[in-house]
């Protein structure tokens, strides 16, 4: 049954019968959609977001299962296809703000295909993928972003591969808006939502959260305290910084900022020959 007594100011945002979160103690996840949920908040009071119009879509995951909480219209998919069902979404309804949410391992690895194609097309929806450096509902296999020689279950003698810069990835094709930070600050990503929500075209968030439970074991941090920390240590923000700089590197420092923010036309502008680039 639907909870009607809100406490706390973003009550209304949630479904309230469904929490307590699956979260486990010391999770990043909960701070990262607070902050979303503020930014969206803002906008729905401003007037500029019509809360009827929000529509959320996750694939499989602990970051993607936001979805559950949220109380909007909401979709959750197939492990990586968040994206493509968002596309559909749109073009059959342009008025949607569609709102993907959902891991490394879901958006960059298993989905990484259609985020490049989202990015290329520049197409109507916002991505907001949570790197905690594992695919950790699963219990810890290595994932695009893990860095190398870290141990993880598939990984038992060190991570072999080079990590993906997802933030590079994106802002190389046609993206309109591309920015990376981190749950130790969380007013950046109230920011950069807030920000993300009044554009057109493909906007990408890269939040980088702390997964104690699972990443933290690989690493020697179980503590929730001391991974926030390790975290908060790495993270070097530097709001005008060039791409170049958008370093994701867990021994030499997470470069969180605004990257890309431009206004190409996106994919349902140049659909509808509101804009043409021909
Ligand atoms: C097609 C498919 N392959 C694999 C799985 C198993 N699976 C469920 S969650 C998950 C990992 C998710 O990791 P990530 O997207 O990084 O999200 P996190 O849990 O770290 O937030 C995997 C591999 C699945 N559900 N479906």
């Keep these: 049954m639907a909870v009607t007594q809100y406490i706390h100011p973003l009550d209304k945002h949630l ?14 996840l909960g701070i990262g959609l607070a902050s979303m949920l503020r930014a969206l908040d803002s906008r729905i009071k401003e007037g500029s977001i019509d809360p009827d119009k929000v529509f959320w879509v996750g694939g499989i995951g602990c970051s993607a299962r936001m979805v559950f909480y949220v109380n909007y219209d909401s979709a959750h998919v197939i492990h990586g296809r968040a994206i493509p069902f968002a596309i559909g979404a749109v073009l059959a309804n342009p008025e949607l703000k569609a709102i993907v949410v959902g891991g490394d391992g879901d958006i960059a690895g298993i989905g990484g295909n259609h985020l490049l194609h989202a990015a290329r ?6 991505v907001v993928m949570f790197t905690n450096f594992v695919y950790a509902m699963t219990g810890g296999q290595v994932a695009p972003t893990t860095p190398r020689g870290v141990k993880t279950t598939t990984t038992p003698r060190g991570n072999p591969e080079y990590p993906m810069n997802a933030v590079k990835l994106v802002t190389s094709l046609n993206a309109n808006y591309v920015a990376r930070a981190s749950i130790t600050t969380p007013h950046y990503i109230e920011q950069y939502f807030y920000k993300a929500l ?37 993270v070097k923000h530097k709001p005008k910084a060039s791409i170049e700089e958008a ?10 900022g605004e990257f890309v923010d431009r206004d190409n036309p996106s994919y349902i502008e140049i659909l509808r020959g509101e804009q043409s680039e021909i």
């Design 247 to 256: 370093e994701i590197d867990w021994d030499k420092g997470i470069v969180t």
């Design 121 to 126: 097309r520049n197409v109507d929806l916002i």
């Design 198 to 234: 009044g554009k057109k075209g493909f906007r990408f968030i890269e939040v980088v959260s702390a997964c104690p439970e699972v990443y933290g074991r690989h690493i020697g941090l179980r503590n929730p305290v001391e991974m926030y920390n390790e975290l908060k240590k790495r």
């Design 15 to 28: 479904r309230l019968e469904r929490i307590p979160t699956l979260y486990c103690p010391g999770c990043g």
